[in-house]
């Protein structure tokens, strides 16, 4: 709430004045009111560099490991370090707020955001970020949890319903903002583009209000996405009390003066935008230390990178090996993702370039090119270095992912799996580097000893990968998220319809399905290896503390019998086996990363509160912890099922049985695919309608089949890749707006495209004639400013 100062200060506002303080001022600033002395808050992306505007360039910054990478830290320290650096690159750059964490649960590995969010499990994505947020804080600045909430396509991403049940919108896709929201104290939540259970996240009451303000307390601001607002004047009512980047600010006073808007709820949006300028109001710039940075993102790199496969102790390899190099990627990374997390780096370096740096002796074959195609020569080059060296590096990954686009498909290109096997078959000591922004098939694993993941590696990935390769440092990565076998059934939907993603999986993602299912995976989540031996010994399982019912512990004893330091992540599931509701077989409920210096024996405790335990009671609207027996399975990743423990809950156990309703998810297996009518089931409410008239949020696939509709898409779409048309004909009217193509002509041709042509083709005229001139000066004063 707001104090005097703040009551004072909205007293004095014009309702413009406050109307013009509920949007950006730009792309990048709140609005500032000179008379009043109020300046405006600066905000940039991240997550893994700033990506901050300078007289339309982006200045350069260290690029750290991609969040995806980073999260196979297992490392709450590391990602504290991390955020601090961003922390101290925002305050170099007098950025306030960092556009950062993403935090969306990775439903489906073909997400092109998958590269900017950290898990599919809530506990680990929660932790992670909240540890980040702690490094950012540090340097007084300030954080944007987003987006808000269960945006996990990009394929109609500004229009399209995610609709999700109760449980797994709180245990999986509410559930990290929660945790976060409650511990880290965020100082604004970023609301996604699409629309939550039949309702625009930009205006969701339910969502901004009732669960984000009165449930979690969450005393911050809510930003819009960027053009994520469809009905700002009911956004503001729902809680979003800034939309950025810089929107029509009459439309609010307009909705203010015609009673649509209580002048009271733009108030409320306002104090908090005043709220958060009070504390920026005087910061002092710092200076990064771009060497520490370097470092820190070199040794980020080769911590989080994950070793899958190790046969025969292929790594490390030795300085003296006779080594070839295959593949482009060598030489010119894909070490960062595109789209807005994309950081203009300072200096990217290569594997090509660490070996040269080291001295080390090797050949290098290309192996492919730039297109998917297989190029008969270079894969006979790669054939005749591999049968000319002791061992051989290959390197491979698609492009780079892209804010905007889900990936087409889950396989390297076919010129890449050409090279693999050009190898392969010439050279028994084979290693895979594998850069990508989240999981591909990896079946060509089996041809190949060994294999690292780098995910997107960051401006140091070069360096990062050659200290892995030649043991410098040993990987101790683990997979945040499940490298399937083959994709679940229920995958083919995803990323097919534009208007409405039914998440008929319900809380059986990732590992939640593979454990249940009982399908083989290719690596599963938590899965990784180091180079030494560390031996598990002794689990045990107690309440410590026989009065303290809240807490349960869960110990091993760990010895590192190598003769180098090691690390090791200790992880905790849990299953509640007495429970008749339908639930997933493992549920990492806590982890450790522990150091252990050769010969050192440590025993580990992982305390896990009960509430770990509970799952979302539908009928009752809370969190619930059940009595009865669980099964808790303390292991080196979410398949590892050597140490399982009972332990006895007090307490009722649930007697909601829902088999005869909802047979399909009382027996997940291989086949899991549920229907539609069968998600519906246990959805339990109706589907929102689709409106028949034309508006601005209507994607251009929707504005109907008339001569106008017809006319309007061919010029739209005209020259573009399929790829390009169909996402945009899955993009809403609204985000169609450019320099060719006013707000006014887009209001008319809406007209048009709602029956009425005639009247209007002349007054789209005058105003394409003046969309024009605006182009002209504005080129204009571009040239004169250059
Ligand atoms: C992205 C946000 C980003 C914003 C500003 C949007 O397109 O979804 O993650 O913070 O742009 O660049």
Redesign the pocket.
């Known amino acids: 709430m707001a104090n005097n100062t703040e009551n004072n200060l909205i007293s004095m506002l014009t309702l413009s004045e406050k109307a013009a303080l509920q949007t950006g001022k730009d792309c990048w600033h709140t609005a500032d009111v000179e008379r009043l002395k109020i300046s405006s808050v600066t905000v940039a ?1 991240g997550p893994i560099g700033l990506r901050k505007e300078r007289n339309g360039n982006t200045v350069p910054a260290v690029c750290f490991p991609s969040m995806a990478k980073l999260a196979c830290g297992f490392d709450p320290t590391l990602m504290t370090k991390v955020g601090a650096a961003l922390g101290e690159q925002c305050r170099a750059e007098g950025v306030n707020i960092l ?1 950062a964490p ?1 935090v969306n649960i990775k439903r489906n590995p073909r997400c092109g955001r998958n590269f900017e969010y950290l898990s599919e499990d809530p506990l680990l994505t929660a932790d992670l970020a909240n540890a980040y947020i702690a490094g950012i804080h540090s340097q007084g600045v300030g954080v944007c949890v ?2 808000f909430a269960a945006n996990s396509q990009e394929y109609g991403r500004m229009v399209c319903d995610s609709v999700v049940d109760d449980r797994a919108l709180r245990e999986i896709y509410l559930n990290a903002f929660e945790r976060i929201v409650k511990k880290s104290r965020p100082e604004m939540v ?1 609301c996604s ?1 699409n629309k939550l259970n039949g309702e625009y996240c930009s205006q969701h009451k339910w969502l901004l209000t009732d669960v984000l303000r009165n449930e979690w307390g969450f005393g911050g601001l809510v930003v819009s ?2 053009c994520a607002v469809d009905d700002r004047a009911k956004g503001i009512a729902a809680g979003l009390d800034l939309e950025m980047p810089k929107g029509d600010a009459s439309v609010v006073e307009q909705a203010v003066n015609n009673g649509k808007l209580e002048e009271a709820q733009l108030d409320v949006a306002v104090e908090r935008v005043l709220e958060l300028e009070k504390q920026y109001r005087e910061v002092s710039p710092r200076t990064v230390d771009l060497n520490a940075q370097r470092v820190l993102a070199r040794q980020a790199s080769a911590e989080c990178t994950v070793l899958v496969k190790n046969n025969c102790k292929l790594l490390p390899l030795s300085k003296t090996d006779k080594i070839a190099v295959f593949g482009t990627l060598a030489d010119k990374p894909v070490y960062q993702g595109d789209g ?1 997390a994309h950081v203009n780096a300072f200096e990217s370096d290569s594997l090509l370039e660490a070996l040269k740096t080291a001295n080390i002796q090797f050949t290098f074959a290309q192996g492919y090119g730039s297109s998917d195609e297989t190029d008969e020569s270079l894969l006979e080059e790669a054939r005749r270095a591999a049968l000319n060296c002791d061992k051989a590096i290959v390197v491979v990954g698609d492009k780079p992912d892209c ?1 905007g686009w889900d990936r087409t498909r889950w396989t390297l290109p076919p010129s890449q799996l050409a090279l693999i096997d050009a190898v392969t078959s010439c050279n028994s000591n084979v290693v895979i580097v594998l850069q990508s922004g989240s999981s591909v098939d990896v079946s060509f694993v089996h041809s190949a000893k060994a294999m690292l993941i780098d995910y997107y590696g960051g401006e140091c990935s070069g360096q990062a990968i050659f200290d892995v390769l030649f043991g410098d440092v040993s990987p101790s990565g683990r997979l945040a998220e499940t490298w399937y076998a083959y994709l679940p059934k229920y995958d083919a939907k995803f990323s097919q319809d534009y208007a409405r993603a039914l998440y008929n999986e319900s809380i059986f993602v990732g590992y939640r399905y593979t454990a249940a299912a009982n399908v083989p995976v290719a690596f599963p989540f938590g899965y990784g290896l180091g180079y030494g031996d560390i031996e598990w010994n002794n689990p045990t399982i107690s309440s410590k503390d026989a009065k303290d019912k809240s807490k349960i512990t869960v110990g091993i004893t760990l010895r590192n019998t190598g003769n180098r330091a090691e690390c090791e992540v200790v992880q905790v599931y849990a299953t509640n086996v007495d429970s008749r509701l339908f639930h997933e077989k493992k549920r990492l409920v806590g982890f450790v990363k522990v150091k252990l210096k050769a010969g050192e024996k440590k025993t580990v405790d992982v305390v896990v509160p009960t509430s770990e335990l509970a799952y979302y009671d539908v009928n009752k609207s809370c969190f619930t912890v059940n009595g009865g027996r669980y099964i808790f399975t303390i292991g080196k990743d979410s398949a590892d099922d050597k140490y399982q423990l009972e332990y006895e809950v007090k307490g009722d156990n649930d007697t909601v049985d829902l088999s005869d309703k909802l047979p399909c998810y009382y027996a997940v297996d291989d086949d899991f695919d549920p229907s539609n009518e069968e998600f519906l089931a246990l959805y339990g409410k109706e589907l929102a309608e689709r409106s028949a008239t034309v508006h601005i949020s209507t994607p251009l696939n929707d504005i109907g089949k008339s001569l106008t509709a017809k006319i309007f898409t061919q010029l739209i779409t005209r020259n573009m890749s399929p790829e390009g048309k169909r996402n945009t004909l899955a993009a809403p009217l609204r985000s169609l707006v450019s320099d060719n193509l006013s707000k006014e002509m887009l209001y008319t041709i809406i007209d048009m495209l709602n029956g009425d042509v005639i009247k209007n083709l002349f007054k789209l005229y005058k105003q394409y004639i003046n969309c024009r001139k605006t182009k002209k000066l504005k080129e204009k004063s571009k040239k004169e400013g250059d």
């Open positions: 992306d556009l993403g987003k987006h970023m583009y996405d960027w807005s804010e």
